[in-house]
């Protein structure tokens, strides 16, 4: 398993005036530190670390060594992001301390495998459509999952692929299905594009009907 890690500083000066300076001047970005058994702190990263780290989305489902200068390493969990609307640029970030046992709740995101392999795909013209893209679980921090696979070869045209059909890692659940059944909503669904020939076929033979004389 991959090892992550930020390094961070101590935020001495607060307040949305001084974080927009030192994301103006400084190229570092605002964040906190919350949780556990100690007192937040405010702390800041370099903007540059923060952006490439962001390019792996292992980041948002694993635990996080934050290595603050002058204090202990902290296990952390990335709660919350806040991005610039069109920079590429992190405003705020949210930090939750954990450990290994810390039952949490997290965004996965779904990885859709064997697409092109897809039976209703391949063979029946079908086309897929993706409903969801992550999904949020509850386990111990420790064995969040990095990803969730969604495995389409097998799925036929006309199938819905819903919560419950997600095979997941032991000791991981899906956080809407533990308010019942009612929330097991579709993840993806595989169906014939409208317009297309066997559309065209089912037209044209509900025409024929309505053409045809009425029986007598």
């Not at 001495?12 to 001084?18: F, L, S």
């Not at 204090?71 to 969990?77: C, D, M, R, S, T």
């Not at 899906?174 to 037209?203: F, M, N, Q, R």
């Amino acid at each position: 398993m991959a090892n992550y890690e930020l390094n961070a500083t101590v935020r001495e000066v607060q307040g949305k005036g001084a974080s927009r300076r030192l994301r103006r001047l400084e190229a570092v970005t605002p964040a906190i530190v919350y949780g556990g058994d100690k007192a937040p702190a405010n702390v800041q990263l370099a903007l540059k670390d923060l952006n490439k780290a962001f390019e792996d989305e292992g980041f948002f489902s694993h635990i996080v060594t934050l290595n603050v200068e002058g204090g202990e390493a902290e296990n952390v969990l990335i709660k919350d992001v806040q991005r610039h609307p069109y920079k590429p640029m992190v405003l705020h970030v949210d930090f939750q301390r954990v450990s290994n046992d810390t039952i949490i709740k997290q965004h996965i995101p779904l990885h859709f495998i064997n697409e092109e392999t897809c039976k209703g795909v391949k063979l029946q013209g079908g086309k897929i459509t993706h409903v969801m893209s992550d999904v949020v679980v509850i386990c111990a921090a420790g064995k969040l999952p990095e990803f969730i696979e969604v495995d389409l070869e097998e799925v036929e045209v006309g199938t819905q692929i819903h919560l419950s059909d997600l095979k997941l890692p032991e000791g991981v659940e899906i956080l809407a299905l533990t308010h019942g059944a009612d929330h097991d909503a579709s993840v993806a669904h595989v169906d014939v594009p409208k317009g297309s020939a066997a559309d065209d076929e089912e037209a044209d033979a509900a025409a024929e009907g309505e053409d045809a004389p009425a029986a007598e």
